[in-house]
T-cell receptor, first 117, second 114 residues
Framework: GAVVSQHPSRVICKSGTSVKIECRSLDFQATTMFWYRQFPKKSLMLMATSNEGSKATYEQGVEKDKFLINHASLTLSTLTVTSAHPEDSSFYIC?????????????FGPGTRLTVL | GENVEQHPSTLSVQEGDSAVIKCTYSDSASNYFPWYKQELGKGPQLIIDIRSNVGEKKDQRIAVTLNKTAKHFSLHITETQPEDSAVYFCAASKEGGGADGLTFGKGTHLIIQP
């Protein structure tokens, strides 16, 4: 099956700093990737859609200046949490549907646990 | 937008018995319904999916049924095993044109009692 990786798997940072999370599709290309956020014992909430070569589209209520997304290649999307605060602590997960397939089967990365002190 | 309801939130069954998790969706335009299994601290893993042109799909011990008229779909796991213990999420999206993000249900914590 298709493999999606994320790096880092876990990060702890101080309040006010920025953190970058990478999402890579290892064995397929993805013109679109998605970023989700998951609080403990809660469901996944879509934050934004990352589009290769163009601007990301954000869900209602998600600050685009807070969560910067760059999709520079067909296998890499990055999410940067700027000026992080404790309330940004969460599990961030990316997903990608393989390009060129007829459906929208999405494969998820293993997630990144962000803790802001 | 789409709204997905999932029940129950917790389900405990004896090993070997069957487990059923149900979801309803609100947007009649949704036509793709995947199910994911998530273990603690890990990303969701796709276990089965169904599209609206199909009423039922089966893969070994796992099956999914879809009632498009009633806008609900269900996951059935037979002969449950301890390794089936996890949180299960249903989701919905619209296929066609560009890819859409998934709208998830709130999850079901499945506990298999030995």
């Amino acid at each position: 099956g298709a493999v999606v990786s994320q790096h880092p798997s876990r990060v702890i940072c101080k309040s006010g700093t920025s953190v970058k999370i990478e999402c890579r599709s290892l064995d397929f290309q993805a013109t679109t990737m998605f970023w989700y956020r998951q609080f403990p014992k809660k469901s996944l909430m879509l934050m934004a859609t990352s589009n290769e070569g163009s601007k990301a589209t954000y869900e209602q209520g998600v600050e685009k200046d807070k969560f910067l997304i760059n999709h520079a290649s067909l296998t890499l999307s990055t999410l940067t949490v700027t000026s992080a605060h404790p309330e940004d602590s969460s599990f961030y997960i990316c997903s990608a549907p393989p390009s060129g397939t007829s459906g929208h089967t999405q494969y998820f990365g293993p997630g990144t646990r962000l803790t802001v002190l | 937008g789409e709204n997905v309801e999932q029940h129950p939130s917790t389900l405990s069954v004896q090993e070997g018995d069957s487990a059923v998790i149900k979801c309803t969706y609100s947007d009649s335009a949704s036509n793709y319904f995947p199910w994911y299994k998530q273990e603690l601290g890990k990303g969701p893993q796709l276990i089965i999916d169904i599209r609206s042109n199909v009423g039922e799909k089966k893969d070994q011990r796992i099956a999914v049924t879809l009632n498009k008229t009633a806008k609900h779909f269900s996951l059935h796991i037979t002969e449950t095993q301890p390794e089936d213990s996890a949180v299960y999420f249903c989701a919905a999206s619209k296929e066609g044109g560009g890819a859409d993000g998934l709208t998830f249900g709130k999850g079901t914590h499945l506990i298999i009692q030995p």
